[in-house]
Antibody
Framework: QVHLEESGPGLVKPSQTLSLTCTVS??????????WTWIRQPAGKGLEWIGR???????FYSPSLSARATISIDMSKNQFSLRLTYMTAADTAVYYC????????WGHGILVTVSS | ENVLTQSPGTLSLSPGERATLSCRAS???????LAWYQQKPGQAPRLLIY???SRATGVPDRFSGFGSATDFTLTISRVEPEDYVVYYC?????????FGQGTRLEIK
């Protein structure tokens, strides 16, 4: 059974860059037929897809975040990561990593707050 | 992008009643690649239905998905106490992936 776990800072200052990592256990992030995805959810609101990576070469991002988001795979650590630049208060949310299309496995989520 | 609209926003039902949740897409969903998720408070969403009508592993058979093209439905045949949470539809036919805004099922 695959397990995903997000890690990273819980607090980011405005204009800084957010870096989150999703560690995958019980399965490989490379050479598998799965997309690896980041999704976020502001408190009390719905789900927003950020983007996905496939075999570290094929990426696709939400049009609203494509200028600021980068998703990549670290095969040596069996992880994939999200980098989101120029953070603002509007980026405060729980960030989830997930596997597949559709998303059959999720991490528990990590709350990221943007505040000075 | 393909905009998904869920209705109703809130559905009030008594335990044992039948629940019908709707998801309408602004464009035809390629391959009927429409999924439904259940989200309990403080938890990540859980996949219930994929490809419009296929039940995910371990999902009780009271949950069923129907529909094609632009109109989809999630049905709970008899609502149980643990079903009173939020449900999202999601299309993954063409990127970007999009979600509906959610339907909250509440106790009447």
């Amino acid at each position: 059974q695959v397990h995903l776990e997000e890690s990273g800072p819980g607090l980011v200052k405005p204009s800084q860059t957010l870096s989150l990592t999703c560690t995958v256990s019980g399965g490989s992030v490379s050479n598998t037929p799965y997309y690896w995805t980041w999704i976020r959810q502001p408190a009390g609101k719905g789900l927003e897809w950020i983007g996905r990576v496939y075999n570290n070469k094929d990426t696709f991002y939400s049009p609203s975040l494509s200028a600021r988001a980068t998703i990549s795979i670290d095969m040596s650590k069996n992880q994939f990561s999200l980098r989101l630049t120029y953070m603002t208060a509007a980026d405060t949310a729980v960030y989830y990593c997930a596997r597949g299309y559709p998303f059959d496995s999720w991490g528990h989520g990590i709350l990221v707050t943007v505040s000075s | 992008e393909n905009v998904l609209t869920q209705s109703p926003g809130t559905l009030s039902l008594s335990p044992g009643e039948r629940a019908t949740l709707s998801c309408r897409a602004s464009q035809t969903i390629r391959g009927d690649y429409l999924a439904w998720y259940q989200q309990k408070p403080g938890q990540a969403p859980r996949l219930l239905i994929y490809a419009a009508s296929s039940r995910a592993t371990g999902v009780p058979d009271r949950f069923s998905g129907f529909g094609s093209a632009t109109d989809f439905t999630l049905t709970i045949s008899r609502v149980e106490p643990e079903d009173y949470v939020v449900y999202y539809c999601q299309q993954y036919g063409d990127p970007p992936v999009t979600f509906g805004q959610g339907t909250r099922l509440e106790i009447k």
